[in-house]
Nanobody, 125 residues
Framework: QVVLVESGGGLVEAGGSLRLSCAAS?????MGWFRQAPGKEREFVAA????????NYADSMKGRFTISRDNAENTLYLQMNSLKPDDTAVYYC?????????????????????WGQGTQVTVSS
């Protein structure tokens, strides 16, 4: 069982930056970030392999968001720059128990076995 705890959310003005963190209770395989806005489905943001060598991003986040991890600290990060009001959502981190990084599957909710409680990000215009 892996416990994930997100932090770092908050209120920021459009154009600003935030850095989200996700502390894992143990070392994990691939991890990802998803987000869910009110009235919308949970959507993929970014994913990273266990080593950190492989990453994937949703098209709308490329160039603005950066996913990274510190395996020594069992922590996942999401650096978010140039934030827009449309980025307002609850952000969730997730981890999979599958040892192989599958770039074709990391976009899907079902690839992940463990989820955090989420952290709210609100971007004001």
């Amino acid at each position: 069982q892996v416990v994930l705890v997100e932090s770092g959310g908050g209120l920021v003005e459009a154009g600003g930056s935030l850095r989200l963190s996700c502390a894992a209770s143990t070392r994990t395989y691939a991890m990802g970030w998803f987000r869910q806005a009110p009235g919308k489905e949970r959507e993929f943001v970014a994913a990273i392999s266990r080593s950190g060598r492989d990453t994937n991003y949703a098209d709308s986040m490329k160039g603005r968001f950066t996913i990274s991890r510190d395996n020594a600290e069992n922590t996942l990060y999401l650096q978010m720059n140039s934030l827009k009001p449309d980025d307002t959502a609850v952000y969730y981190c997730a981890a999979t128990s599958k040892p192989l990084y599958n770039s074709g599957s990391v976009y899907t909710l079902t690839y992940y076995d463990y989820w955090g409680q989420g952290t709210q990000v609100t971007v004001s215009s």
